[in-house]
């Protein structure tokens, strides 16, 4: 009596947990799916970042340029008077010269792209684009309020290691199942099918992804763990960082340098020396102070493991001021870290990574519409409106999210250079077009019920075409000129969204043709009997 009973009990946890945590999950998946590509995406937004790789990469990806020159010249003269600036040099996913610098009392950085070679400052579009606003979404939702975002993520990462375990146990054909899909079955059978085909294909990728995402944000999950350590000392939280990370800081001096800065070339070298590898990151704290220093980071492209390793120089002296190399126990967390962030340069592993957040995101859709078809006539009979509730989210959570997403795309294509409105500077904008297409689509799909589904889908296809169209009309770069171009990661965006195109135009049209949106097939077999 014990295991049907304790299956029993876990078939009940994993239905519940999926109905009430789904929502949040599929939004997660979808964003971090997209953040595997999200320096393809940045370029795709940022039509003057459509440059050609200046020399073949180096093995980690990094673009083998120099600092010294009109590179440092304009990042000086961009960052003169702010507290820091930092550069990023220029990789075959990003073949330009990444500049932010933040002004005394700012909030954000200022962000700018230099040519390679010649440090000239490429034209500026005023994007979040997939770095900054794709990927955040991912990891906070961007609720920042007392750290919202990362405690709901966080809730989410917890619930969907307990729908893998409890999904285990209450299938004992779960292998079985692998081999099993019919998709010519009734909605319930079918999406039960893809469901468990998705489940058990990715599993490995679906545990992993969820157990990293947690430890990734320890420090905002477990804010008191420094002080077990470094609790005797006066600041413990700033101790971690510094023994974990690396973190070095120097007061300014509020006196001008009087010598000439040192060679960021040089330091880099030396940093790399130190490495055993390339660095990626040059950052100067206090520009032109007595106290300036140059920060140097390794390069995380050529290992799984994201090194913390850096380097501190005084900014005109070359002194050595602080040296990081990871510890044992810091590697371990760098490496699951690594292992979700997917930094390392294989293309292979990039587009399985891809492949298994589509499968979870399939997961998470096929969860819900078994749950809907298997409810649908009985919560009719008596009355209850759970489905709708229920249907309602999903339609928003899955095509919703899909044509919010789209929209965002083609808001990016559409709004002018110096677009301003409503208090929102023109990215302000871009995000704002995406919220309001996502709750569009709840409000559409709480009036429309089930049909919902076959409209958003056709929306969907519509926002892709469109998303395409609207790059070729504002840039010039169509798929002919792309892929001749060897603009891959342009040419791979609009393919993507005409493959998405496709698959949205199919369901539209599968939906229409079985005389009713989805749900309605599936209800006339089961009370007929054939459920």
Not at 23 to 32: D, Q, R
Not at 136 to 149: A, T, V
Request: charged share 15%; aromatic share 12%.
């Amino acid at each position: 009596m014990y295991q049907p009973t304790f299956r029993k009990s876990m078939a009940w946890l994993h239905t519940w947990a999926g109905v009430v945590i789904g929502s949040l999950l599929f939004a997660i998946f979808w964003m971090g799916t997209l953040s595997v590509f999200d320096r393809e995406i940045d370029r795709w937004m940022n039509p003057a970042a459509r440059l050609t790789p200046i020399a073949a990469p180096l093995p980690s990806g990094e673009l083998p340029i120099r600092l010294d020159g009109p590179v440092a010249e304009t990042a000086a003269r961009l960052g003169a008077g702010s507290t820091q600036y930092f550069i990023r040099l220029p990789t075959d996913r990003m073949p330009v010269v990444e500049v932010r610098w933040r002004s005394p009392g700012a909030e954000t950085f200022e962000r700018r792209y230099l040519h390679p070679v010649s440090g000239a400052v490429l034209p500026h579009t005023d994007t979040l684009a997939g770095t900054g606003f794709i990927f955040p979404f991912h990891y906070n939702l961007h609720l920042k309020w007392m750290d919202l975002g990362y405690w709901l993520v966080g809730i989410a990462g917890m619930a969907m290691l307990l729908l893998v375990v409890s999904g285990v146990v209450i299938h004992r054909k779960i292998f079985a199942d692998f081999f099993l899909f019919r998709p010519r079955k009734h909605l319930q059978r079918a999406s039960l099918d893809a469901h468990n085909l998705s489940g058990v294909l990715a599993l490995p990728f679906h545990f992993l992804i969820a157990l990293s995402g947690l430890v990734i944000f320890m420090n905002i999950y477990w804010p008191t763990a420094p002080w077990g350590a470094f609790g005797q000392q006066a600041k413990p939280k700033e101790a971690f960082q510094a023994e974990a990370y690396g973190s070095f800081r120097r007061p300014k001096a509020n006196v001008p340098a009087t010598q000439p800065a040192v060679s960021l070339d040089e330091l880099r070298a030396r940093a790399e020396q130190h490495f055993g590898g390339p660095a990626h990151f040059v950052r100067v704290w206090h520009p032109g102070d007595a106290n300036a220093h140059v920060e140097v980071r390794r390069s995380a492209g050529d290992r799984v493991t994201m090194l913390v390793d850096n380097v501190h120089f005084d900014a005109t002296t070359g002194a050595e001021l602080s040296v990081k190399q990871t510890s044992p126990v810091m590697a371990v967390q760098r490496f699951i870290s690594g292992m979700h962030f997917v930094q390392f340069r294989h293309w292979t592993l990039r587009w399985l990574y891809f492949a298994a957040g589509l499968a979870g995101c399939v997961l998470i859709a096929t969860g819900f519409l078994f749950w809907l078809e298997a409810r649908r006539a009985s919560h009719a009979k008596r009355g209850l409106a759970g489905v709708r509730v229920v249907e309602a989210l999903t339609v928003a959570s899955v095509p919703g999210m899909l044509a919010a997403t789209c929209a965002f795309f083609c808001a990016n294509r559409l709004l002018p250079l110096e677009a301003s409105a409503f208090g929102l500077q023109r990215q302000g904008l871009e995000m704002l077009a995406f919220y309001a297409v996502w709750l569009a689509t709840l409000l559409h799909a709480a009036f429309r019920d089930r049909a919902a589904w076959r409209d958003q889908s056709a929306l969907v296809a519509a926002l892709a075409v469109a998303a395409v169209l609207l790059n070729w009309a504002t840039t010039g770069d169509h798929l002919g000129r792309t892929i001749g171009d060897g603009l891959w990661s342009v040419a791979g965006m609009d393919l993507l969204l005409m493959v998405l195109a496709a698959g949205a135009t199919r369901t539209a049209f599968h939906l229409r043709q079985s005389a009713g949106p989805v749900g309605v097939y599936g209800a006339r077999r089961i009370e007929a009997g054939h459920a």
